[in-house]
């Protein structure tokens, strides 16, 4: 029996080259409890870098290639490449293979959320073990004002692809040495005894 391959790339970015797209991947498994959900980690400079394409482009979608590297089953996105392409509002037409070293892809929905669309399902996450989606976050809590989503495809021990979604993503932030010299005293905390704070009005201890 034929093996079951991932769907060209045909409709997604209308009229591009099928080569630019095609990974010939086999269609992913549903499960294996032999495999830990990945985490993606992004450094700073991604998240500047994807940023700065959406404030360029903030009604148009575009596409990058990812960098990076795999290690276990998490990723490390240190990079985005953007490639030759030509965009509208909903479409992006891919005019140049992936570059070396990608190891996987993400595009934009701007500000029209950042859930996959049947489209997206059918080809990007198809084709890629990583691709994501981004869209411009209106939600006043998140602090880097996007909204960042990926799917992976991860080996498992039998050497088929189990497909994630909803996977974790973390920002490195390098830690940046403060001087705290004689700023903060450290004291065990004292507990009051059992009804007291209810008469004191020391409301802080509920």
Known sequence: MAKKKA????????DEKEEYWDSGLEAPIESCSLVKCPIIYLLPEVVGQIQFMMKKYPKTEWAADLLGEKVDNDFYITGISVFKQTVTSVTVKRE??????????????????????????????????????????????????????????????????????EVPVRVLFSLQEINLKGKITEEKQIMPQAGYYMSAGLTNYL
């Open 7 to 14: 769907k060209k790339f045909y409709k997604w970015w209308e």
């Open 96 to 165: 140049e293979p992936s570059c070396k070293g990608a190891i996987g892809v993400t595009h934009s929905h701007h500000t029209m959320g950042n859930n996959f669309s049947g489209t997206d399902d059918d080809y990007p996450n198809s084709n890629h073990d990583l691709s994501g989606v981004i869209s411009i976050s209106d939600d006043g809590e998140n602090l880097i004002g996007l909204d960042i989503k990926f799917t992976v495809r991860v080996e498992t021990p039998c050497g088929k692809k189990v497909r994630f979604d």
